[in-house]
């Protein structure tokens, strides 16, 4: 199913309570307002802001990369990502439905003349081993160059253990291909496994962050890896139109939110569990649920009218008139929001 089917919002009435679509509808709050109102700016092309060269530093360091790259989005991020990796012609092993693949209009192929390997993803989110070991290409005139493999952490939620990745990149490569992540939610991972950063981020060769989802600022990405990729990365960047000025804005919402927002990611797991559990004790469908996301599925197929009912309570779901509906929780989302979401479904459900 397509995850943003239906996701922009119908109604035109006051403010939701709680916007369940995604962890990208928050707002910045007081503080992180204040922050941006207050950045020291300069012009980034020239590499002149310094809130842009602390943030691309901080993340670098955090994650024991020797560099990074402050971007618009975490599609570019991914993309100059896979652009820095692959020439035209080589072949990137992705799982079918990690973002790179299928969510993000196969810009690798369509700008950088790259291949994409699709290659089944496990119930858990992780890549198989011999799975990555099978999707390698021989040395052969007719086939395209296996480069890289790009992973995947969280995956619709799913956390996938070190051990798992650490296997994934190793069989990587044992082939000679390099690797990325896509750690969108790296932080929601990190906060899931109880592990440091560098932990994940040393099993990878870059890591793409997105800083507008979980971490709740208004726009903005960070690649970081070793230095002569994101030099490359950087060239890209600018070809791409991603390159920006006084960004420093921006990158003061990421350090304000590094600084502020990374703790907060438990509590929004344990909203999804709590979520999750009335949902179980109401025996209405099949539900799911890891880190900060849930999946319902009403045995009734009755998700437009749930959606409906809710949105009369200021609760806003996405998802399409059939299949799962996803509920992902975030930071803006307080006890408030939260009673309201469990009394709409015990009404609704009754």
Known sequence: MN???????????NAPVCDLRSDTVTQPDAGMRQAMYEAELGDDVYGEDPQVNRLETELAERLGKEAGLFLPTGTMSNLVGLLAHCARGEEIIVGTGYH????????????????LCPVPVRADGALDPAVISGAVRDDDSHLAVSRLVSLENTHNGLVVPLADMSASARTARSHGLSVHLDGA????????LGCRETELAGLVDTVSICLSKGL??????????????????????????????????????????LKHNVEGLSEDHARADRI?????ELKVG???????????????GTNDLLRAQLAKQGVVLGGGSNGAIRMVFHKDIDDVAMERVEDGLRVFFA
């Open 185 to 192: 939610r790296f932080f929601n991972a990190i906060a899931q």
């Open 286 to 300: 099949t539900v799911t649920q890891a880190t900060n996301m849930v999946f319902f599925t009403p045995t009734d």
């Open 100 to 115: 790179v693949y299928a969510y993000e209009a196969a810009g690798a192929s369509v700008l950088g003349g790259i291949a």
């Open 216 to 257: 709740g600022t208004p726009a903005g990405s960070v690649l970081v890896g070793p230095q002569d990729l994101i030099a490359q990365a950087r060239r890209w960047r600018k070809m791409l139109g991603g390159g920006m000025r006084q960004a420093g804005v921006l990158a003061a919402a990421g350090l304000y939110a």
């Open 276 to 280: 999750a559990q009335t949902l179980r």
């Open 3 to 13: 995850q943003y089917a239906g996701m922009t919002r119908t109604d035109r009435g």
